[in-house]
């Protein structure tokens, strides 16, 4: 008569286990620090960059000089600058100081003097299309490149740098998209009747 076979060892799951809680307590943690620094201040440009390259291009922008009616601004967009160059934006005068302010939600890509546009912001908006504020008389104080700015915030102030030296003070503002510039003046307008729509609402 054959003997009975041993009975098999039982096997130890305590080690698989303690791994598995090991793991679920390690990505809880990480998941948690994550959702805390996704909420943080640091991370606000990464955030609107997102929010931005998600958004549908402007079918309506706000005036970037305050106290301008978009209805004074002329449709100067496409006129001839020199022999070489055509005029991409349009130019919103007032007087020399005037607060600029952005035309869109968006992050400061730049801010520099340099060039025809004398001291300029520009500024990454909606669709991550490019919002340019030139011929600036100073800019708004503690204002720094990857600040996140909401459609009002102040940028700077209407002046003559570059080569608008000598003219009356103005702001050249221009908005580019992937396939270059575009005139902004009929969004101007759209967004001066909305604002008023808005505000005989009220």
């Known amino acids: 008569m054959q003997a009975p076979s041993p009975p098999s060892p039982r096997r130890d799951y305590r080690a698989a286990a303690n791994r598995l809680v090991g793991w679920t307590v390690f990505l809880l943690l990480a998941g948690f620090a994550a959702s805390w620094a996704w909420r943080q201040p640091f991370m606000a440009a990464v955030r609107m960059g997102l ?26 967009y496409g006129a ?43 500024v ?5 299309q490019r919002h340019y ?17 909401l459609t009002g915030d102040v940028l700077g102030y209407v ?8 003219t009356p003070p103005h702001l050249h503002y221009g908005v580019y998209a992937s396939g270059g510039a575009y005139d902004p003046l009929p969004l101007l307008r759209e967004g001066a009747r909305r604002a008023a729509a808005l505000e005989t609402a009220q």
């Open 51 to 76: 929010e931005l390259s998600r958004m549908p291009p402007p079918d309506a922008l706000a005036m970037p000089v305050r106290g301008v009616d978009a209805a004074r601004v002329a449709d100067t």
């Open 124 to 128: 990454i908006g909606p669709a991550r």
């Open 80 to 122: 001839a600058r020199g022999r070489d160059r055509t005029h991409e934006g349009v130019d919103i005068f007032a007087p020399r100081g005037t607060e600029v302010l952005s035309a869109t939600p968006g992050i400061v890509a730049s801010i520099r003097e340099t060039g025809l546009g004398g001291r300029q912001v520009w």
């Open 133 to 149: 504020y030139a011929h600036l008389d100073d800019w708004a104080p503690d204002l720094a490149e990857g600040d996140v700015v």
């Open 159 to 166: 002046g003559d740098t570059g080569n608008a030296r000598g």
